[in-house]
């Protein structure tokens, strides 16, 4: 997996979970200002031109920090998050 991410910015808390999960990953930082990331078009990688993206080791890049926040903890069950689909989980996302 891989973060795009910004310091400062939102992606801050995917960084953190990542952190936190003990998974591996590599980080790619992103200049928000020309869009750009490692001398590539960051429109490229997410046409909204934001971070958090998390490309995912299958190409695929699920955007938006609430969606990349419930993604890494369904990684290991009830590990960083209770598990999906139980009540504890929505408590704590409620
Ligand atoms: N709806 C997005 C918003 C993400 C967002 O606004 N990211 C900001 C940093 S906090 C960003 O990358 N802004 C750069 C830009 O919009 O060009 C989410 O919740 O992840």
Redesign the pocket.
């Given at each position: 997996m891989k973060l795009y991410y910004?310091p400062g910015?939102?992606?801050l808390a995917a960084h953190i979970a990542l952190q936190e999960s003990g998974l591996r990953y590599q980080r790619a930082r992103?200049d928000?200002r020309d869009?750009e990331v490692d001398g590539v078009d960051f429109y490229a990688i997410n046409p909204?031109?934001?971070?958090?993206v998390l490309e995912l080791d299958d190409g695929e890049r699920p955007?938006?920090?609430?969606v990349?926040l419930q993604y890494i903890p369904d990684l290991n069950p009830g590990t960083l998050a209770p598990a999906f689909g139980t009540i504890e989980r929505y408590r704590l996302t409620g």
């Open positions: 910004a910015a939102c992606s992103v928000l869009h909204k031109g934001y971070v958090p955007t938006e920090a609430a990349v």
